[in-house]
């Protein structure tokens, strides 16, 4: 009679041992699918969440609710070419590699030119843009260079490279925390002058109003790229590879001719890699034909 019980108990353990191998594997096998779903390491899989700014245009900047400008439209070409959704997300330029870094956002874009010192703190991609300082001052100001900035109340948002090339230069800079601080002291006359990415500056001047002029300009050291934590190799690489696609599709020339018309190209920048060339000008009126329509 106690035979069966311990049967019973036997057989009870047995079908334990079987389900619990068969959730081990089930696990095994879940966890060989999310890398495989998921294999850049997206804090959710297939779309890629971005650190950006609102207030920058043309580069970055939010209109009528949406994301956009160059360096978020490219953003979304290239990221579609990996079959993701980009998810904007505002945030101050300060914070913005620190969060990057900490996995807050899978990228940054926000016109980020490469420097060492940034290096210590994220990833760069290649290089997909170029940029100018721009000199923004008040009208009718005296300041025409920026070889007259010393002993002058010198305006730069934190962080940026302008503040970098400001403190290099001793200029002792009042910092705020973004594009629209920088413009409302101008127009209130609490700061000589403005060094600015010179793309936002000659956008902030002209509408301003007749309230901010562009004294002068200068090329930028460095590459814009985007920005990616250490360690997000595959990311990173994936959408390097991407990005050489959109060059070589005509985007990249189409989406130069849309926010930056007539700019003129400097003979040694190479955008992405290097390895694939940008269509020739001769196909730039269709390209920019379809941004027109698109505007």
Known sequence: MRLLPALTRATALGAAAVLAATTLTACGGDSSSDTGANPYGLAQ????????????????YLKDGTFTGFDNDLLTAVAGKLGLRVEFVGTDFSALLSQVNNHKFDVGSSSITITEARKKTVDFGNGYDFGYFGLDVPAGSPITGFDQLAGKRVVVVQGTVQDDYATGKQLDPV????????????????ADAWIAPAEIGEKSAADSNGKITVAAKQLSPAPTAYAFAKGGDKLREALNKALDEVIADGTWNRLQAQYYPGRPIPADFTPGSGAVAAPSASVAPSASTSASAAS
Do not use: C, F, H, S
């Open 45 to 60: 899989p297939g779309v890629l969440r971005a650190g950006t700014l609102t207030d920058a245009p043309p580069n970055v």
């Open 175 to 190: 910092r705020v925390p973004d594009y629209n601080g920088a413009i409302n002291q101008l127009k209130a006359g609490t």
